[in-house]
Nanobody, 122 residues
Framework: QVQRVESGGGLVQAGGSLRLSCAAS????????MGWFRQAPGKEREFVAA????????YYADTVKGRFTISRGNAKNTVYLQMNNLKPEDTAVYFC???????????????WGQGTQVTVSS
């Protein structure tokens, strides 16, 4: 079964940091673009960050620019999201996704993880 598996979520105080990881299971994603999305209760899934399959291009939502950094592992099959200076409004379930199109919308991605909860207390 092909899937992405996220890890690294948890509870952190405002101003703290977390690093999310997303690994592949069932196939290689080294030639896929990767994205991170998040969904808070009662809200739609929203774009957070994306990285091209080479790692040479990155995109960020304005709400996280300057605080979050997306990167890929050396084998290009793992993607990370370093989150610094976290705010209570960053609280959400975070999903990683892989797709052939580098997109800021969820429709551009074919493979999704199950999500990891990030909770930021004030």
């Amino acid at each position: 079964q092909v899937q992405r598996v996220e890890s690294g979520g948890g509870l952190v105080q405002a101003g703290g940091s977390l690093r999310l990881s997303c690994a592949a299971s069932g196939r290689t994603f080294s030639s896929y673009n990767m994205g991170w999305f998040r969904q808070a209760p009662g809200k739609e899934r929203e774009f957070v960050a994306a990285i091209s399959w080479t790692g040479g291009r990155t995109y960020y939502a304005d709400t996280v620019k300057g605080r979050f950094t997306i990167s890929r592992g050396n084998a290009k099959n793992t993607v990370y999201l370093q989150m610094n200076n976290l705010k209570p409004e960053d609280t959400a379930v975070y999903f990683c996704a892989a797709g052939l199109r580098l997109d800021t919308g969820p429709s551009g991605y074919n493979y999704w993880g199950q999500g990891t909860q990030v909770t930021v207390s004030s």
